[in-house]
């Protein structure tokens, strides 16, 4: 079955500062989920991705794709205290996605 | 609109009881999938229901069952309760082929002493 590595497992980051975080499969990604969750609360969808080497952009966050389509990375731009959570990646298994596997999530603090 | 929707939000069971929780879906959606996630861990899948039907099934025991209803409302139904199945349990519910994106609920937070 597909597994999903994701590092840093958590982060600290002071506001205004860039942070990165990745992604990594064991099979090929046939689609790549992007999640936000607040402690204890439902995931919030933040970006998809299916193409090797694609890469989207939505305020201030951005999330790439590699050309294997193994590994995503997540990129926050200026980091603010609204971005603090837990960032989880997801992977679809088959092009007709049901079944998501999800890495353990990587937990962002934002000091002031 | 209304996104997906799960009630309760809390629950308290104690270890041998059943319990029943719910899940409306998204507008326009026709799939609900249901997972579960442990403190510290990501959501792991337990099963998707489509036309009423279980499309695919996760990892679990046949403890945890479900349902789909015609309004694509679902209900996920978990017996003879342990512990380790304190968790939360989220819905999230899709438009069925091609890689739609999935959308969750708040999760029900169960609990079981």
């Known amino acids: 079955s597909q597994e999903l590595e994701q590092s840093p497992q958590s982060l600290i980051v002071q506001e205004g500062k860039n942070l990165t975080i990745n992604c990594t499969s064991s099979?090929?990604?046939?689609?790549l989920y992007w999640y936000k969750q607040k402690y204890g609360e439902g995931l919030i969808f933040l970006m998809m991705l299916q193409k090797g080497g694609e890469e989207k952009s939505h305020e201030k966050i951005t999330a790439k794709l590699d050309e294997k389509k193994q590994q995503s990375s997540l990129h926050i731009t200026a980091s603010q205290p609204s971005h603090a959570g837990i960032y989880l990646c997801g992977a679809a298994e088959m092009i007709t996605a049901s079944k998501l596997t999800f890495g353990t999530g990587t937990r962002l603090q934002v000091t002031l | 609109d209304a996104g997906v929707t799960q009630s309760p939000t809390h629950l308290i069971k104690t270890r041998g009881q059943q319990v029943t929780l719910r899940c409306s879906p998204k507008?326009?959606?026709?799939?609900v999938s249901w997972y579960q996630q442990a403190l510290g861990q990501g959501p792991q899948f337990i099963f998707q229901?489509?036309?009423?039907?279980?499309?695919q099934r996760g990892n679990f025991p046949d403890r945890f069952s479900g349902h789909q209803f015609p309004n694509y409302s679902s209900e996920l139904n978990v017996n003879a309760l342990l512990l380790g199945d304190s968790a939360l349990y989220l819905c999230?519910?899709?438009?069925?082929?091609?890689?739609?994106?999935?959308?969750f609920g708040a999760g029900t937070r169960l609990s079981v002493l």
């Open positions: 229901y489509y036309e009423e039907e279980e499309r």
């Open positions: 507008s326009g959606h026709d799939t």
């Open positions: 999230a519910s899709s438009q069925q082929g091609g890689l739609d994106i999935q959308y």
């Open positions: 099979k090929t990604l046939y689609g």
